[in-house]
Structures are given as C-alpha cells and as structure tokens.
C-alpha cells in the first residue's frame, strides 16, 4: 500500500523511457537491540524512502515502490510506525537509525532492499525498563485498585519474541462486577520539557480495553491525564504510545509516573489483562 508519493507512475508512458520507474522492494523492517536496550520487539509498519535525500514517499510494509531514476543512487530508508497505533497518525520512529545504500536501479525491473534490520540510536534513553522477568515489579497499584497485579509463566499466555528468554508477563483478572484495576510506576520521571519525543513502548494482550496515561505535578497540582485506550486484542501487540503532549502544555510539569488503569465492563465475564516489555524512551 503507498502511502504518500511525490513521485508517482501513474502518468507511465512507455514511449518516453524517463517515466518509466524502477521498483524497489523493502520486505520487513526488523530491530536489533542490546539488554540494556530491552526487547527487540517491534511493530515497523512503514518504509519512508529518499532518494539522494529526496523523499519519494512513505510505504506500507511489506512494499514495491516505483521510482522515476535510474543507475546508482543513494537510498536512505527510515522505519516508520503507527502513533498510538492509529493509521493516519503514521510518522518517522525518531529513535531508530536510517538504513542506507548505494545501488544501481534498473528501469522496469525489482531490485531487493536485504538486510533491513535498524538499531536505537546512541543518544536513546531508557529511564524505564520492565520486562517482568526480575523479582520485583516497578509497577504498584494503587488506593483505587481492587484487585492486583501479578506475574504469569504460563508459556501459552507469556509474550514471546524469537531468540529472546521471556519467563515472565505482567497479569491482571478483574471478575467482581465493580472491579477497578490501576497501577502506577513506583518511581517519578522527568521528562525532557524540550518538546523532543517521549514515547511508552509495550506489548499487551487483553480482552478489556485499559486506559494508558500519566500522572504529574504541575503548579504544586497532581495531575492525572489519560492518553489512550487500549482496545481489546485476540494476539499480543505491540504500541508506541505518545506521552509527549503533556510537556507542551503544561510547562514545568514534573515527577511523572506512567499509570494503567480501568473498570470492569458489564457483560465481560472475566477481563484479563497482559502486558509485557514496557519502555520509556526519550533523547
């Protein structure tokens, strides 16, 4: 699926070779990442292709563009995702590298873009790992919580990602019909206040939608700010959550703590929340 394309195909004319385009092929998008960086874990869901630091456009993976050039150009390929998971919400994930390549295009023909696999860059920070698989848990729940957070190694419910050791997900049963589950980070977090990106990684299963959002002081307040509703999965997910709104609005805002939280729905019999390998990422 195109996405976006300055330079499009769709005027081809076979008898003028320069509007014939070459194609390039992206397949996937992986990541590669360290222990200090948790999970490699990843939903790339778009390609955004330059040519010579031209942007030709942004694609769904996995993706055939069309390209009005030929012989050896510069390709740069940035990994893009879904903001929030939302699909008009698609951007550039600012803290993975650029893939680059000199290559040859040939006009009417498909060359492959291999060995797609981006890093974090340097300059990430991750204030916040919890992958669940330590003896504590860096989430509490609080006064408003009926029920608790616990820790499952049942391996057909654990997330699992190949070539990785997971042990342990994070796990919430609400039954009571006035059940209230919400959790917070047992520890506070400045943010940037620079309006650079902040975003909250994490995979979830559930069958219950969750509210996602954080809390923080501001003019002595403490603030609660809801950011987004998870909805319900039949599969674990992957979701880049946006938490850098609350920085431009409310400058000097402080001492953040991430929270999850939400209330039994009537009609559910049980609702069953998992999550796993939640990041707090920022420059």
């Known amino acids: ?10 005027c081809e004319n076979k008898n003028d070779p320069d509007l014939i385009p070459s194609y390039l092929h992206i397949e996937q998008i992986g990541l590669n990442s360290n222990y200090e960086q948790g999970t490699s874990s990843e939903k790339i869901t778009d390609a955004w292709v330059y040519i010579n630091e031209t ?23 940035r990994p893009g995702i879904k903001i929030n998971g939302i699909a008009n919400t698609r951007t550039i994930y600012p803290f993975f590298t650029d893939l680059k390549r000199t290559m040859v295009l040939v006009r009417d023909s498909v060359v492959n873009f291999n060995d797609t696999i981006t890093y974090y860059r340097e300059s990430t920070s991750f204030p916040w790992i919890e992958n669940f698989d330590l003896s504590g848990i860096t989430l509490d729940t609080t006064s408003k919580s009926t029920v608790g957070i616990s820790k499952i190694s049942d391996p057909e419910f654990i997330f699992h990602n190949p070539g990785e050791d997971n042990d342990y997900s994070a796990f919430i049963s609400m039954d009571a019909d006035s059940a209230v589950f919400e959790a917070t980070t047992t520890q506070t977090y400045d943010f940037p206040n620079d309006g650079s990106a902040i975003f909250l990684e994490m995979n979830f299963l559930t069958n219950h939608p969750l509210v996602v959002g954080v809390f923080y002081t501001a003019s002595g307040i403490r603030v609660q700010r809801p950011l987004l509703i998870l909805n319900k ?33 009537d009609g559910t019999e049980e609702a069953k929340i998992y999550l796993d390998n939640l990041k707090l990422v920022h420059f």
Do not use: H
């Not at 055939?64 to 510069?74: F, M, N, R, S, W």
């Not at 979701?239 to 850098?244: A, R, S």
């Open 55 to 77: 942007l030709i456009g942004a694609f769904e993976l996995p993706a055939t563009v069309p390209i009005l050039a030929d012989g050896e150009q510069k390709i740069t390929i």
């Open 1 to 10: 699926m195109i996405l976006t394309v300055t330079l499009s195909s769709g």
């Open 233 to 265: 999965t039949d599969d674990w997910n992957k979701i880049y959550v946006n938490l850098t709104v609350p920085t431009y609005d409310t400058p000097g805002a402080k001492d953040f703590q991430i929270f999850f939280g939400t209330q039994k729905e």
